[in-house]
């Protein structure tokens, strides 16, 4: 696609559920981020998959938080059991590597009632 | 990756251009000086990025200064579309290591008032 496409664009879950996040990066793009955005607040590192190395999952919470992306496009962040702390905006972005600018999706936004 | 400082907030009238200043004092060789904005409720999007030529495309212009401690992000006929948080981010331009990531801080909330 043109963009970064990331669904659902509003989730509202109960404390205790899990939830999945989907990102389409852009097509031929080998990077990709997940981003966590609080209110107010800066955007954090998550985790970041390129090509067919080992993710870096460094900047994930908790064990609640895991990642995949298969086939080297689509990726799913799932939090299980979600707190309310958990809610915030996740922000998914792709680049095609060495330097080129990250093109970001418009996020989801994750509330937690 | 070296640590930028930008002022919280700056206003613009409509149609003037917007200066944004950046400081990097300890930014070092081969990083490059990124920028980025948010608009409200939107994911960051990509402006413009350099090392120590100035650069321009259809978006803005980035003037870095010679010692590279410092750089400014111009707009140069601000729209009341351009309010946003810009960033200014240093890092290494390759994605070798752990030289992908990219680190936000705070930012500058620009204001652009008709």
């Known amino acids: 696609g043109a963009g970064v496409s990331q669904s659902p664009s509003n989730k509202v879950t109960e404390k205790g559920k899990d939830v999945e996040l989907r990102c389409d990066p852009i097509?031929?793009?080998?990077?990709l981020y997940w981003y966590r955005q609080s209110l107010g607040q800066g955007l954090e590192f998550l985790i970041y998959?390129?090509?067919?190395?080992?993710?870096?999952k460094s900047g994930l919470p908790s064990d609640r938080f895991s990642a995949e992306r298969t086939g080297g496009s689509v990726s799913t962040l799932t939090i299980q059991r979600t707190q309310q702390e958990d809610s915030a905006v996740y922000l998914c972005?792709?680049?095609?590597?060495?330097?080129?600018?990250?093109?970001f999706g418009s996020g989801t936004r994750l509330t937690v009632v | 990756d070296a640590k930028t400082t930008q002022p919280t907030s700056m206003d613009c009238a409509e149609g003037r251009a917007a200066n944004l200043p950046c400081n990097h004092s300890?930014?070092?060789?081969?990083?490059?000086v990124y920028w980025y904005r948010q608009i409200h409720s939107q994911g960051p999007q990509y402006i413009i990025h350099?090392?120590?030529n100035n650069e321009t495309n259809e978006m803005a212009s980035l003037i870095i200064t010679e010692d590279r401690k410092s750089s400014t992000l111009i707009l140069p006929h601000a729209t009341l579309r351009d309010t946003a948080v810009y960033y200014c981010?240093?890092?290494?331009?390759?994605?070798?290591?752990?030289?992908?990531?990219?680190?936000f801080g705070k930012g500058t909330l620009l204001t652009v008032n008709p």
């Open positions: 972005a792709s680049s095609p590597g060495q330097g080129r600018g990250y093109t």
């Open positions: 097509s031929g793009h080998t990077a």
């Open positions: 998959f390129q090509g067919n190395s080992a993710p870096d």
């Open positions: 300890t930014i070092s060789g081969n990083e490059y």
């Open positions: 350099g090392l120590k």
């Open positions: 981010i240093v890092k290494l331009s390759s994605t070798g290591g752990s030289n992908y990531k990219l680190t």
